[in-house]
């Protein structure tokens, strides 16, 4: 009896184990290395172990924020995404990165599909030519994590500030934005794939 209630113990152990966002956050290493884990006064923590997401928000020096969660493919393998946005403000860029990882034998890899997603399926029109790479550079693709919806991720076009060193033009950068056909993609996880597909476009 102690031999079988020691088993289902280790079984929900486990299982309990594999569900904690956080735990798997503990262990990540391309977090920011100040992250605090906890509520503070300027520092805002989000864990939301029913749909595996994380959200820490510090608000102190310097505004940033940090995403994480996990989706799962139909073999069970667990595809982890860590996004970090840095808020730049009126004068400066911000920062906008997410990058997708799969854990082997606690070793964290990177994995390539956040590379899927790029200005031509924004731009959406073969015959005509895109802005120039200056530009695009200026012109930020921002995949944002979602709690609420855990199969869908969302991804914008986010203007970036220009400033005297970028020797560009503000308006041309604005006409150039307003040129993209769609601002905005909604990527919904395909288990059975392992990947993304695009859902909608606005």
Not at 19 to 37: A, E, M, R, S, V
Not at 41 to 58: A, G, M, S, T, Y
Not at 115 to 132: G, L, S
């Amino acid at each position: 009896m102690k031999i079988l209630f020691f088993i289902i113990f280790f079984m929900f152990a486990c299982v309990a184990k594999s569900q904690d966002i956080l735990t798997y956050f503990k262990d990540f290493p391309y977090k920011q290395p100040t992250t605090i884990l906890r509520d503070m006064p300027n520092n805002r923590l989000l864990v939301d172990n029913k749909h595996h997401f994380l959200n820490v928000e510090n608000i102190s020096d310097m505004v940033y924020e940090q995403s994480f969660t996990y989706f799962e493919k139909a073999n069970s393998e667990k595809v982890f995404a860590y996004r970090y946005y840095e808020h730049g403000g009126k004068d400066f860029e911000s920062v906008y990165q997410t990058d997708f990882y799969a854990l082997e034998k606690n070793k964290w890899i990177s994995l390539p599909i956040n590379k899927t997603i790029n200005y031509k399926e924004f731009w959406a029109d073969e015959q005509k030519e895109m802005p120039p790479v200056n530009y695009l550079e200026k012109i930020a693709i921002d995949i944002v994590l979602q709690t609420h919806k855990h199969k869908i991720i969302h991804v914008y076009l986010r203007k970036q500030p220009l400033t005297k060193e970028d020797a560009l033009d503000n308006t041309l950068l604005d006409k150039y934005y307003k040129s993209f056909k769609y601002k905005q993609i909604h990527l919904k996880w395909n288990a059975e794939m392992g990947s993304f597909e695009i859902e909608k476009k606005f």
